[in-house]
């Protein structure tokens, strides 16, 4: 009994009081710098659009915008509760299919009202090929940032963590890429973008349970 007293003792002895918001200013100073990263590159690497101003106007460009911004926003929520030992994801699987599927509807409408030869065009772009490589790859110090954060919080369900955490990196890596992609077919958001969320969610499952122990 002594011995088990004193291995509380030692367990407990240097531990200090965890100051208020503590894990919500770490997300604060880790993900907001981690975006101007993703943004910096994206400038340096691609530029914004040359027609911007008339980017502006389409009512695609900004319904690609809030795409991956509500993704992104849905997921960051839900690594927020993930990070505590008791945390779930909520409703997040629900809210992200519900998103998804809102843009897979439009993209079917923007079909059905385009001439058949556009389809090429509206599904695959001119950019299929690198579109999700380059969202992964903005994506990247959004996806670092994620995780020194969550290696300072207590997750419990690692893969799942990780996953999401990957899928918040991916839909604001998608976010930047879109300021710079000239794609205005939702068809080719709802694959191509998708396909690099995807592939960055897949990266945080695969390291989460590595990276996240804690």
């Known amino acids: 009994m002594r011995e088990t007293e004193d291995l509380i003792d030692s367990l407990v002895r240097n531990l200090k ?3 208020r918001h503590a894990l919500e200013r770490r997300f604060v100073l880790a993900i907001l710098p981690a975006l101007a990263v993703s943004l910096l590159l994206m400038l ?3 530029g914004l659009r040359t027609d911007m101003a008339q980017a502006l106007m389409l009512p695609v460009f900004w319904i690609k915008s809030a795409y991956n911004a509500l993704l992104a926003v849905a997921a960051f929520a839900a690594v927020y509760r ?3 030992p008791d945390g779930t994801e909520g409703r997040f699987f629900g ?3 519900a998103i998804i599927l809102t843009l897979a509807v439009l993209a079917v409408i923007q079909l059905t009202l385009s001439p058949a030869a556009s389809y090429p065009v509206l599904v695959l772009g001119s950019s299929a090929l690198h579109c999700p490589l380059l ?3 903005f994506a ?3 996806l670092i940032a994620n995780t020194w954060v969550l290696r300072g919080g207590a997750p ?3 893969g799942i963590t990780g996953f999401i955490a990957g899928i918040a990196a991916g839909a604001s890596g998608a976010w930047v890429y879109s300021w710079f992609c000239t794609e205005n077919g939702l068809p080719f ?3 191509w973008y998708s396909l690099g969320i995807l592939l960055t969610g897949g990266i945080g499952a695969l390291f989460g349970p590595r990276l996240l122990r804690w």
Do not use: C
Request: glycine fraction near 0%.
């Open 140 to 142: 990247m110090p959004i």
């Open 156 to 158: 419990s369900n690692l």
């Open 17 to 19: 009081p965890v100051p």
């Open 135 to 137: 969202i992964f790859a």
């Open 82 to 84: 993930l990070s505590r």
């Open 95 to 97: 809210i992200a299919a």
């Open 44 to 46: 340096i690497v691609l």
């Open 189 to 191: 958001v709802t694959l």
